[in-house]
């Protein structure tokens, strides 16, 4: 069965950093297209990041680029997001998903592209 579950969330003041885990069971997350995502109370989920399959490449959504930083530890199966710099508009439980086709050199934060969401994590950002 192929399960992904975040963990790291927590609450954080202006400025500070949280790194968040994407840890997957029943697949290899090395072979897939990895997508971060995020959904604020009252608003609809958004796309934030995604790291590709071969060559690693990133994407980062405008609002966090520069501040947010993905990557993978092969050994452990994980996808970790560095936040830093967290804003007030950041707060929001955060997704990991798993691409649903193949991975490619290049990944997109297109939501109906992914399957297989964990059940997110809690990220709070307040003095």
């Known amino acids: 069965q192929v399960q992904v579950v975040e963990s790291g969330g927590g609450l954080v003041q202006p400025g500070g950093s949280l790194k968040l885990s994407c840890t997957g069971s029943?697949?290899?997350?090395?072979?897939?297209?990895i997508g971060w995502f995020r959904q604020a109370p009252g608003k609809e989920r958004e796309g934030v990041s995604c790291?590709?399959?071969?060559?690693?490449?990133?994407y980062y959504e405008d609002s966090v680029k520069g501040r947010f930083n993905i990557a993978r530890d092969h050994a452990k199966n994980t996808v970790y997001p560095q936040m830093n710099n967290l804003r007030p508009e950041d707060p929001a439980v955060y997704y990991c998903?798993?691409?649903?086709?193949?991975?490619?050199?290049?990944?997109?934060?297109?939501?109906?592209?992914?399957?297989?969401w964990g059940q997110g994590t809690q990220v709070t950002v307040s003095s």
């Open positions: 998903a798993v691409y649903k086709f193949s991975g490619g050199r290049y990944c997109a934060i297109v939501e109906s592209e992914y399957d297989n």
């Open positions: 029943g697949v290899t997350l090395d072979y897939y297209d």
């Open positions: 790291i590709s399959a071969t060559e690693h490449n990133t």
